[in-house]
């Protein structure tokens, strides 16, 4: 079979980089995932209710006997999810695809339930239970919240996190051991002000964080105001346990990319002051193509552009906010995610 077959199957506009990489990594004699192993996660994230997907996936366990190019696919993204190394699964964030084959995604999540319970053992129980819950509610949020059956390969890339024990939950926020991947050196000078560079400029002053360096990712649970209060205590919490989880963190740096640090926030906004204090934190950075406002429609709208129903128009404006960035949108104008840093001696 071949790689375009693959492509074709998943509904994918493009080839990822990871599947040529690894496609001659799997073999067909492997299973996806069993019946024992599906009833095991189904019972261990309390997913027992969701009776009509649990059959749909067993469906597509007895489908993957028949077409070996939909198991091919789906062992591929399985390998890219939990045997490569580093972070290339990140790549799946911007895989493009209409419509998303979202029930690949959410069998191959709920396929490594095992690996995942054996990493769960040297947690608290705190962190234990937001691991659990993170990888019910990323299943949840597909079948209920997008209404697709399954999700998308963006929330698989979060359920990833979990199992490969990246994220981590102190107080309000979750941290993630990551990479500094965005295009910019930050540089200290004599004086103590901070700089930002493009990645290809010659450096004299003292570099705080360049592409490739560890950081830590901050990413905002969906449950809750953002108060200030508990933003400054999260962090608090999070530098004293950081390295607890993370050893090889050496310098704490936060990056944060998210839609809620969007430069044109301020156009938005009215009474509620709590997302720009957020923003105050950091050092904001310039938007670059990543920067697509997927996430204002994910976590504002709760919706994903990639749904076949989805139209600017049916957005709901039941909101200040959604309202603005909506009337925003109807005037042809688009939006964007924005990026910061937090730099621990800030704090």
Same mark, same amino acid.
């Given at each position: 079979?071949?790689?375009?077959?693959?492509?074709?199957?998943?509904?994918?506009?493009?080839?990822?980089?990871?599947?040529?990489?690894?496609?001659?990594?799997?073999?067909?004699?492997? =299973?996806?995932?069993?019946?024992?192993?599906?009833?095991?996660?189904?019972?261990?994230?309390?997913?027992?209710?969701?009776?009509?997907?649990?059959?749909?996936?067993?469906?597509?366990?007895?489908?993957?006997?028949?077409?070996?190019?939909?198991?091919?696919?789906?062992?591929?993204?399985?390998?890219? =999810?939990?045997?490569?190394?580093?972070?290339?699964?990140?790549?799946?964030?911007?895989?493009?695809?209409?419509?998303?084959?979202?029930?690949?995604?959410?069998?191959?999540?709920? =396929?490594?339930?095992?690996?995942?319970?054996?990493?769960?053992?040297?947690?608290?129980?705190?962190?234990?239970?937001h691991q659990i819950i993170g990888i019910k509610e990323t299943i949840l949020r597909g079948l209920h919240l997008y209404k697709i059956n399954g999700i998308s390969y963006g929330s698989l890339a979060w359920g990833i996190r979990f199992v490969r024990q990246l994220l981590m939950k102190f107080g309000r926020l979750q941290f993630e051991y990551s990479y500094y991947r965005d295009p910019f050196v930050i540089v200290k000078d004599k004086k103590g002000n901070k700089k930002v560079l493009g990645n290809n400029k010659k450096v004299k002053d003292e570099v705080l964080i360049k592409p490739g360096d560890i950081c830590i990712n901050i990413h905002i649970d969906r449950h809750g105001r953002l108060e200030p209060k508990m933003v400054d205590e999260s962090l608090s919490l999070a530098k004293k346990n950081i390295k607890k989880y993370f050893p090889n963190t050496s310098k704490i740096i936060y990056r944060c990319h998210s839609w809620l640090l969007s430069l044109q926030m301020e156009l938005f906004l009215t009474k509620d002051r709590h997302i720009m204090y957020f923003q105050s934190l950091f050092l904001l950075l310039p938007p670059n193509d990543e920067d697509t406002g997927d996430d204002f429609f994910r976590f504002l709208f709760n919706t994903q552009k990639t749904n076949l129903d989805f139209s600017i128009e049916s957005l709901p404006e039941d909101t200040s906010l959604r309202k603005n960035v909506k009337k925003y949108l109807l005037e042809g104008k688009s939006v964007q995610e924005g990026r910061g840093l937090i730099f621990d001696e800030d704090e």
């Amino acid at each position: 079979m071949s790689i375009e077959e693959i492509q074709n199957v998943l509904n994918l506009k493009a080839i990822p980089k990871t599947f040529i990489k690894y496609e001659n990594a799997v073999s067909l004699k492997k =299973s996806v995932i069993t019946k024992k192993e599906l009833d095991e996660a189904f019972k261990f994230y309390n997913l027992e209710d969701e009776e009509s997907f649990y059959q749909h996936c067993l469906n597509l366990i007895e489908e993957f006997k028949t077409n070996k190019v939909l198991k091919k696919a789906a062992l591929l993204i399985k390998y890219i =999810s939990f045997e490569t190394k580093d972070d290339e699964f990140l790549e799946m964030e911007y895989w493009k695809a209409k419509p998303v084959r979202a029930d690949i995604s959410a069998l191959v999540l709920l =396929s490594a339930v095992k690996t995942h319970k054996k990493a769960l053992k040297g947690l608290d129980k705190k962190q234990k239970e937001h691991q659990i819950i993170g990888i019910k509610e990323t299943i949840l949020r597909g079948l209920h919240l997008y209404k697709i059956n399954g999700i998308s390969y963006g929330s698989l890339a979060w359920g990833i996190r979990f199992v490969r024990q990246l994220l981590m939950k102190f107080g309000r926020l979750q941290f993630e051991y990551s990479y500094y991947r965005d295009p910019f050196v930050i540089v200290k000078d004599k004086k103590g002000n901070k700089k930002v560079l493009g990645n290809n400029k010659k450096v004299k002053d003292e570099v705080l964080i360049k592409p490739g360096d560890i950081c830590i990712n901050i990413h905002i649970d969906r449950h809750g105001r953002l108060e200030p209060k508990m933003v400054d205590e999260s962090l608090s919490l999070a530098k004293k346990n950081i390295k607890k989880y993370f050893p090889n963190t050496s310098k704490i740096i936060y990056r944060c990319h998210s839609w809620l640090l969007s430069l044109q926030m301020e156009l938005f906004l009215t009474k509620d002051r709590h997302i720009m204090y957020f923003q105050s934190l950091f050092l904001l950075l310039p938007p670059n193509d990543e920067d697509t406002g997927d996430d204002f429609f994910r976590f504002l709208f709760n919706t994903q552009k990639t749904n076949l129903d989805f139209s600017i128009e049916s957005l709901p404006e039941d909101t200040s906010l959604r309202k603005n960035v909506k009337k925003y949108l109807l005037e042809g104008k688009s939006v964007q995610e924005g990026r910061g840093l937090i730099f621990d001696e800030d704090e």
